[in-house]
C-alpha cells in the first residue's frame, strides 16, 4: 500500500473506534442484510489489517457482536489498481491454469506489440488489475469473466481478508454514520463503475530504473534468437528487441531478474540493472 492509502486506512479505524460500544443504525441496505451485517448490532472492535498482507482485500474490519463483520476496502478516488501485482501462485489459485495460457498469449502478443515503438528496454511483462487507459491496457472480460472482477475486488476464498463492501473516497469519513451510508456493495456494476471498466495493466519493466519490481512474475519473456559470440552489454530497445521476441511462459515464478540472468549467462546480453 502508499503511505496514502496507510494514512487513509488508519484515519478511518482511528474515527471507527470511537464508536466502539455504540450501535449501527437500525436500518440498514438490503445488500448488507445479505452479507450477514445485522442492524443495530454493537461494534466491538476495529481493525486496519489491509497492509498486514498483500492479499487482504479487507482493509478495515469492523467486529460486531452478532452476524458478520464489515469488512470494507478502502480506496483514494484515484487510486488505479483493485489487484497489484499478480505473482503466478496466487493467479492459478485464483483463476486456473487455463486462465493464466490465456494471460501468457495475451500478454506475449502484447509485449511484441510494444516492442516496436518501446523507448526504454524490458525483458517481461507484469500484470495488475483495475483502472487503466491507453496502450498499456486491455479489457479484462478478454482473458477473464465477469465473475473473476468480484475475486479481484474482493479476494478469493473467505475470512476477515475477503472484503464485504467498498468505500471509496478522497476524504476518509468523519463519523460511523457517515461511513456506513457511504459504503458501496462490491458487485460488477459498482467495481466497473469505481475503475470506469475493469482492464488488465501491463507493466514492462526497465531493469536500468527499477529495482524492486524486478522480483515481480512475468508473464511473457524475452527470447533471444541465438547467443552472441561476445558478452555485449546493451541498453538500447532497439538493439534488444533486433536479437529475439517475446514468447509464452509456464507458471513457475518466473520474473525479471531470472530473465536477466538466463540473458547474461546462456546468451551474453549483459543489460544493467539498477541496484534495489
Not at 97 to 116: L, P, S
Not at 257 to 273: F, V
Amino acid at each position: 500500500m502508499s503511505k496514502k492509502s496507510d494514512a487513509f486506512e488508519h484515519a478511518i479505524v482511528t474515527m471507527a473506534r470511537k464508536y466502539i460500544g455504540t450501535n449501527l443504525p437500525s436500518r440498514l441496505p438490503s445488500w448488507m442484510l445479505e452479507e450477514g451485517i445485522i442492524p443495530s448490532s454493537i461494534i466491538t472492535e476495529v481493525y486496519g489489517i489491509g497492509s498486514q498482507s498483500r492479499l487482504n482485500k479487507t482493509d478495515v474490519i469492523i467486529f460486531l457482536n452478532q452476524g458478520e463483520p464489515i469488512k470494507i476496502s478502502a480506496k483514494l478516488l484515484n487510486a488505479d489498481y483493485f489487484g497489484n501485482w499478480y505473482g503466478h501462485k496466487r493467479f492459478l489459485v485464483e483463476f486456473g491454469e487455463n486462465a493464466f495460457y490465456r494471460m501468457t498469449a495475451a500478454a506475449t502478443d502484447w509485449a511484441n506489440y510494444w516492442a516496436e515503438t518501446a523507448i526504454a528496454p524490458f525483458v517481461g511483462v507484469s500484470i495488475c488489475f483495475g483502472k487503466r487507459t491507453g496502450n498499456t491496457a486491455q479489457n479484462f472480460t478478454d482473458i477473464f469473466t465477469t465473475e473473476d472482477i468480484l475475486t479481484v475486488a474482493r479476494g478469493f476464498g473467505n475470512g476477515d481478508s475477503v472484503a464485504n463492501c467498498m468505500y471509496i473516497s478522497d476524504y476518509p469519513a468523519k463519523t460511523i454514520t457517515e461511513l456506513i451510508n457511504s459504503l458501496d456493495e462490491i458487485s460488477t456494476y459498482t467495481v466497473n463503475q469505481a475503475t470506469e471498466n475493469f482492464k488488465i495493466a501491463y507493466r514492462p519493466i526497465n531493469p536500468l530504473t527499477e529495482g524492486t519490481n524486478r522480483g515481480k512474475n512475468v508473464y511473457t519473456k524475452f527470447q533471444p534468437f541465438e547467443p552472441l559470440k561476445h558478452r555485449t552489454t546493451i541498453t538500447n530497445p532497439r538493439e534488444l528487441f533486433q536479437l529475439g521476441n517475446f514468447v509464452q511462459v509456464e507458471p513457475n515464478r518466473l520474473n525479471h531478474n531470472h530473465i536477466l540472468n538466463e540473458l547474461d549467462s546462456i546468451y551474453n546480453i549483459y543489460i544493467p540493472r539498477k541496484s534495489k
